[in-house]
T-cell receptor, first 116, second 112 residues
């Protein structure tokens, strides 16, 4: 099956610093990837759509200057949380639709961000 | 905005029992997907449905795309302890690479 990886799986950072999270599609190309945020015991909330070669599309209420997205290649999208604060602590998950499988979306294993 | 209502919110069942959960939407979706998420992991795709009325099985799992395109159900037969987890439905709209709208999840607990 399709594999999507994320790195790092866990990260702890201090307030005010920036953190970069990578999402890679390992065995397929993805012109579009999605970034989600999940709070404990809650569902996934879409943050933004990452588009290869163009600007990301952000959902309402998501600050684009705070959550920088770069879709550098057909297999890599990065999410940078800038000037992180404790309220940014969350579980961040990416997904990528696979064209060969009718664009079914496959999710990465997630990144646990803790801001102290 | 589009909303998905998923029920039940949680289930406590005995091993061997069958399980049923469903999702309803205020809008029509092109695709329905069912995922399972274990703690600290990303969701894993279980079943994808593409056509109204479609009934699809994956081992002990069976899911159907409602004829109105506004609902879907997932059944698990003869549950086992490893079925424990949170099950999410998701509706996809906006074309083949459109984003997903997730239900709030059904937490399944299985007692051996």
């Amino acid at each position: 099956g399709a594999v999507v990886s994320q790195h790092p799986s866990r990260v702890i950072c201090k307030s005010g610093t920036s953190v970069k999270i990578e999402c890679r599609s390992l065995d397929f190309q993805a012109t579009t990837m999605f970034w989600y945020r999940q709070f404990p015991k809650q569902s996934l909330m879409l943050m933004a759509t990452s588009n290869e070669g163009s600007k990301a599309t952000y959902e309402q209420g998501v600050e684009k200057d705070k959550f920088l997205i770069n879709h550098a290649s057909l297999t890599l999208s990065t999410l940078t949380v800038t000037s992180a604060h404790p309220e940014d602590s969350s579980f961040y998950i990416c997904s990528a639709p696979r064209r060969e499988y009718a664009y079914e979306q496959y999710f990465g294993p997630g990144t646990r961000l803790t801001v102290t | 905005g589009q909303q998905l209502n998923q029920s039940p919110q949680s289930m406590f069942i005995q091993e061997g029992e069958d399980v049923s959960m469903n999702c309803t939407s205020s809008s029509i979706f092109n695709t329905w997907l069912w995922y399972k998420q274990d703690p600290g992991e990303g969701p894993v795709l279980l079943i994808a449905l593409y056509k109204a009325g479609e009934l699809t099985s994956n081992g002990r799992l069976t899911a159907q795309f409602g004829i109105t395109r506004k609902d879907s159900f997932l059944n698990i037969s003869a549950s086992i302890p490893s079925d424990v987890g949170i099950y999410f439905c998701a509706g996809q709209y906006g074309g083949s690479q459109g984003n997903l709208i997730f239900g709030k999840g059904t937490k399944l607990s299985v007692k051996p």
